[in-house]
């Protein structure tokens, strides 16, 4: 039996095109195929839709939402030339990771009419409007704003289920990332039957699109215990037969497919389809 391929649908943030990350995006790319990567899908995120909705980072930077505009056009004319330089090396899915706040659904159908990605993660880092994964300043900021806990991650599936049914991202972004600052907390709360009947609904979503969710490595790279999706989730996703494809989420080259082939051996333990899908841009729900 062939050994599954290893791949990365998510992740290839580099330093020359994210304030967050390190490195340049060409060296990322060399260190995938060092590791022996045949495929992997590079997703920088897109550019805010307004300067209130830049990142810190970016706002300490003193980059405005037009300079994040023109940065994102550059990484997309660098992904399709490394694309094209790398090709008897690498395949490389050009795509990109979006966001889910105030104004993003013609925001993303603006960048994709002019960018024209191979395909797009979709993702929820904001409960209105907060961004909740940036510090866990603004994560507990979020908690008060909605009340609890438990209404925060409520609301967090209420958004992730519009923007699924909105954007037909082919991956779905960290399923469950609302638990990022909630350490201690987490495994029981998404066990709480309401929380559980959101889960659920989005999951069945997913599996009607049929999209693809992401095995997000990132919290192994900051020495948690486990990726998103956790354990418990990860056995409900397998009951109802939806791919899952790993993502790195890396930020620099040293991050580049890092736990990939750990996380194909979870995968693989538990049942999973590792024969991966193709990248492909989907029709957005604009009606």
Not at 199 to 216: E, S, Y
Not at 238 to 266: F, M, N, R, W, Y
Request: aromatic share 10%; charged share 25%; glycine share 6%.
């Amino acid at each position: 039996m062939t050994s599954p391929s290893l791949i990365s649908l998510h992740g290839g943030h580099s330093g020359q095109f994210c304030c967050h990350a390190k490195d340049r995006l060409e060296e990322i790319v060399c260190a995938y195929i060092e590791k022996g990567f045949k495929r992997v899908g590079i997703t920088e995120h897109i550019p805010p839709v307004s300067d209130q909705m830049r990142y810190p980072d970016e706002i300490k930077q003193g980059l405005t939402a037009r300079d994040l505009y023109q940065r994102f056009s550059r990484y997309m004319t660098e992904v399709k030339r490394l694309k094209a330089a790398y090709q008897s090396k690498i395949h490389i899915h050009a795509g990109m990771e979006t966001e889910t706040y105030t104004g993003y659904l013609p925001h993303v159908t603006k960048l994709i009419q002019e960018f024209k990605p191979e395909y797009i993660v979709g993702s929820v880092h904001h409960v209105d409007d907060i961004c909740f994964d940036y510090s866990r300043q603004e994560y507990d900021r979020a908690v008060r704003h909605c009340g609890s806990h438990e209404q925060m991650y409520l609301h967090y599936f209420d958004l992730q289920f519009e923007m699924i049914n909105n954007l037909h991202p082919f991956v779905v972004g960290h399923f469950d990332l609302i638990r990022i600052h909630d350490l201690e907390g987490y495994e029981q709360r998404l066990l709480s039957p309401v929380i559980q009947e959101k889960i659920l609904r989005n999951l069945h979503l997913i599996k009607d699109l049929g999209l693809v969710m992401d095995f997000n490595l990132r919290p192994l790279t900051r020495g948690e215990k486990e990726p998103y999706i956790t354990p418990s989730l990860l056995k409900m996703i397998k009951t109802l037969d939806i791919p899952v494809v790993p993502g790195d989420d890396s930020h620099g080259q040293d991050q580049a497919g890092g736990h990939v082939a750990h996380a194909i051996e979870i995968l693989e333990t538990m049942g999973f389809d590792t024969r991966w899908p193709e990248p492909r841009l989907l029709p957005l729900n604009i009606e």
